[in-house]
Nanobody, 120 residues
Framework: QVQLVESGGGLVQPGGSLRLSCAASGFTLDYFAIGWFRQAPGKEREGLLCISSSDRSTYYRDSVKGRFTISRDNAKNTVYLQMNSVKPEDTAVYYC?????????????WGQGTQVTVSS
């Protein structure tokens, strides 16, 4: 059974840090690009950044450049989203998604999401 499971969400204060994990089961991430997305209440889902199967990062949104980074540990079949200097507007449900090869828009596998709340 192909599955992506996000974890690591929670409540964090503005300016703080959080690391989200995206663990894959039922398939190996080695040949897949993994993207991170988020959806805030009342807003459309937006792409944030992606890491390709060859470890190349692509940012979809300028607002997270310099604050969010993506990395992968193929031995653990897991991709991470490091969130630094978080802001209240980062509050959303965060999703990871997988597609073969290069980063793009056509992701075939999605996780169930993890809630991130930035508040003092």
């Amino acid at each position: 059974q192909v599955q992506l499971v996000e974890s690591g969400g929670g409540l964090v204060q503005p300016g703080g840090s959080l690391r989200l994990s995206c663990a894959a089961s039922g398939f190996t991430l080695d040949y897949f690009a993994i993207g991170w997305f988020r959806q805030a209440p009342g807003k459309e889902r937006e792409g944030l950044l992606c890491i390709s199967s060859s470890d190349r990062s692509t940012y979809y949104r300028d607002s997270v450049k310099g604050r969010f980074t993506i990395s992968r540990d193929n031995a653990k079949n897991t991709v991470y989203l490091q969130m630094n200097s978080v802001k209240p507007e980062d509050t959303a449900v965060y999703y990871c998604a997988a597609k073969l090869g290069l980063c793009g828009l056509d992701y075939g596998y999605w996780g169930q999401g993890t809630q991130v709340t930035v508040s003092s």
